[in-house]
């Protein structure tokens, strides 16, 4: 995101020389999601956590369900099912390890809501599409769905991971301090998650046959991921840069 | 006339019906040092929190000034270095890495990460996590990662409770040196503490808070 002047830059004094404490946009950025990959790569607690839960219930869908072969709209449907809750599971850390650790602070000293929120969008970005590289795939080969088109499902996929982990980054920094923050972001998350899934899920099904086009789902998953990440930079400095009362 | 200017005006914070403090103003000016004394929960360290704009007060208002300009607390973040006790390094992290991080968040020279790992002891410890570190290590850490953009405006919360005389002799080297950069405000319990302000502010004494030259 190009950006000709931060919001720190435009609110400091003009009359005083503090060049050096002045970081670049995207120098926060990278460094924010730096951070988070590293302390995910020595921890392995998100990827662990949701690629556990998509395994074991993939199996589980696979023992009692068997091949999907013949039935594209249940296999995208329980695709869908496996990557929503694994991806709550894995999004729902990245601001409530921040308060329970108290580093949730350091981050509000030093650096600019918009950077936060573009340095977790883009490793929560990142933590999905990890997720869906080996969920997806072993769901296609354990139940036996065949692919017509490999595009639709890799965009829709995409697509549809953007929005989440735009809307997730959101609502991870609202209910960050809330009690029970894991099983919330599901429940909080879900209504603005719902429109991306249906979407998604549409062009999935049509990726494994079900339907013959897939372009109005992608073409409308791909506007909603897009009005997502405008309203995560939007709406982020109010969510987090309020001081407590 | 003084750049760096503090206002608090009849400043007040309560925690749902419970007041911590009321009634509390004060002033203060670069090249000062303000400590801020009172038994615990009297409010030390909100108010610091109210300073750097991570809490907003319930009545009264502050702020900052800078020449003619004034700024809310919020706005005078990036002029502010804070050693507080729920503003932690990563516990994953190095003692380089978090300094690296901040560093980039401050848009700092990353030659200084060196200087201040030096400056604060801790250079044979740089590359270790900081999950291993005593709490006297966790401290230096707090206090390089907060002067690191070497700011204007400093806050320390209890800045010689964890640490050993090698370690207050630096706090007391930092001190001096920050109030010839610019204004530190110092909350302590330790009465040894007290040299390192010109002015005091007593907390928690009675209902109108207490400010004494």
């Given at each position: 995101m190009a950006k000709s002047k931060s919001s720190w830059e435009r609110m400091?004094?003009?009359?005083?020389?503090?060049?050096?404490?002045r970081a670049g946009w995207w120098r926060q950025v990278g460094a924010i999601a730096c951070k988070d990959v590293l302390i995910e790569w020595r921890t392995r607690h998100a990827v662990g956590t949701a690629i556990a839960f998509a395994v074991v219930s993939l199996t589980a869908a696979s023992l009692s369900v068997g091949s999907l072969r013949d039935e594209p709209n249940l296999a995208a449907g329980v695709m869908w099912v496996i990557l929503f809750f694994a991806s709550c599971l894995a999004l729902g850390r990245a601001f409530t390890k921040e308060e329970d650790a108290h580093t949730a602070n350091l981050l509000r000293l030093t650096a600019e809501p918009s950077a936060i929120f573009a340095g977790k969008f883009l490793f929560n970005l990142l933590l999905l599409m990890l997720i869906a590289l080996v969920t997806v795939p072993l769901l296609l080969a354990v139940m036996g769905v065949t692919v017509k088109v490999l595009s639709w499902l890799v965009i829709a996929v995409g697509v549809a991971m953007v929005a989440m982990a735009a809307l997730g980054t959101m609502v991870g920094a609202m209910l960050?301090?809330?009690?029970?923050r894991t099983t919330l972001l599901g429940v909080a998350a879900f209504p603005l998650f719902f429109p991306a899934l249906a979407a998604a899920l549409q062009a999935t099904a049509a990726s494994f046959g079900a339907a013959p086009d897939a372009k109005d789902a992608l073409r409308f998953l791909s506007a909603y991921a897009g009005a997502s990440v405008l309203a995560g930079f939007v709406l982020f400095e109010s969510v987090w840069s309020t001081p407590e009362k | 006339m003084a750049s760096i200017r503090l206002r608090c005006e009849n400043l007040g914070k309560a925690f749902g019906r419970r007041w911590?403090?009321?009634h509390l103003s004060l002033t203060a000016a670069e090249g000062m040092g303000i400590v801020i004394l009172g038994p615990n929960g009297s409010g030390k360290t909100t108010l610091l929190r109210l300073l750097c704009g991570l809490l907003t007060p319930t009545e009264g208002r502050i702020r900052w000034q800078w020449k003619d300009e004034t700024f809310s607390p919020s706005q005078m973040r990036p002029f502010i270095g804070a050693v507080l006790p729920d503003c932690e390094p990563y516990d994953e992290l190095t003692a380089m890495e978090n300094l690296w991080l901040v560093a980039n968040l401050r848009g700092v020279d990353k030659k200084r990460i060196g200087e201040w790992l030096e400056r604060v002891q801790l250079s044979r410890a740089a590359r270790q996590p900081v999950g291993t570190f005593s709490s006297g290590m966790r401290w230096r850490l707090k206090l390089a990662m907060a002067l690191l953009h070497e700011p204007p405006i400093l806050l320390l919360d209890e800045?010689?409770?964890?640490?050993d005389v090698r370690g207050r002799q630096l706090v007391d080297e930092l001190i001096a040196e920050q109030k010839r950069r610019g204004l530190v405000i110092v909350a302590t319990n330790d009465e040894r503490d007290i040299a390192y302000g010109e002015e005091q502010i007593v907390l928690g004494a009675n209902d109108t808070d207490e400010h004494r030259p």
């Open positions: 400091t004094p003009t009359n005083i020389a503090l060049e050096p404490i960050a301090k809330a009690q029970s | 911590v403090f009321r800045p010689t409770a964890l640490l």
